[in-house]
Structure formats: C-alpha cells, structure tokens
Nanobody, 121 residues
Framework: HVQLVESGGGSVQAGGSLRLSCTASGDTIGRYCMGWFRQIPDKEREGVAVIDSDGNAAYADSVKGRFTISKDNAKNTVYLQMNSLKVEDTAMYYC????????????????WGQGTQVTVS
C-alpha cells in the first residue's frame, strides 16, 4: 500500500511562507486524490486542500487565496505552498490519499503520513 512522508514544516513569522512536501512510495499519486489536512491539540483534524488526478484543486475557506496545492507526478510528490501565514495556521499538517476527491472529510481518507509541524508566531 502507499506510504506518505511529509516534510517542509518549521517555524515562521506571521506573513511568511512555507512549502510542504509529501512524497509517496508504493504507488503512484497520479491516479489518486491527494489531500492536506491539519490538526491542533484537542481539535478535530480538518481538511485544508485536495487535488484530484486531473489536477483540479479545492480549498477550505480559511486558506483560499493563501495556500496552493500542486503535484508533480514524476516525483510522486504533492506540495502545499502556504503564503501570508497567520498565527491560526499553526498546526500539525498531514497529507493523505484516497481514490476520488469526493470529500475533504478526513474520515474519507485511508492512508496518512506522519505529519509535519508548522508554527507561525
């Protein structure tokens, strides 16, 4: 089955940018829906952005216009470019995959990475 590894998290000042990467192994991401999610302690995990096999993207309202999801099928990697970061974007960010992008609900995604921490101050 597919394995996902996130990277690129870190600490940044408000207004700054970060780019997260999620590299897959064990399968090719080109056929699947890939998503980014985030979670803070004591809160439910929430969907941030998804991208389908055709490259169509959808975003949570809270990140529209600031975050961009993209993918490089040749590198089997999906990215999340985060600009104009806010303190409230602080969270553990996870990538996940499922067959189709019919939902941004975390419960609909079956395969997850271990997460990468983003801290905005």
């Amino acid at each position: 089955h597919v394995q996902l590894v996130e990277s690129g998290g870190g600490s940044v000042q408000a207004g700054g940018s970060l780019r997260l990467s999620c590299t897959a192994s064990g399968d090719t991401i080109g056929r699947y829906c890939m998503g980014w999610f985030r979670q803070i302690p004591d809160k439910e995990r929430e969907g941030v952005a998804v991208i389908d096999s055709d490259g169509n993207a959808a975003y949570a309202d809270s990140v529209k216009g600031r975050f961009t999801i993209s993918k490089d099928n040749a590198k089997n990697t999906v990215y999340l470019q985060m600009n104009s970061l806010k303190v409230e974007d602080t969270a553990m960010y996870y990538c996940a995959t499922r067959r189709y992008c019919t939902s941004m609900s975390p419960a609909a995604f079956g395969y997850w990475g271990q997460g990468t921490q983003v801290t905005v101050s």
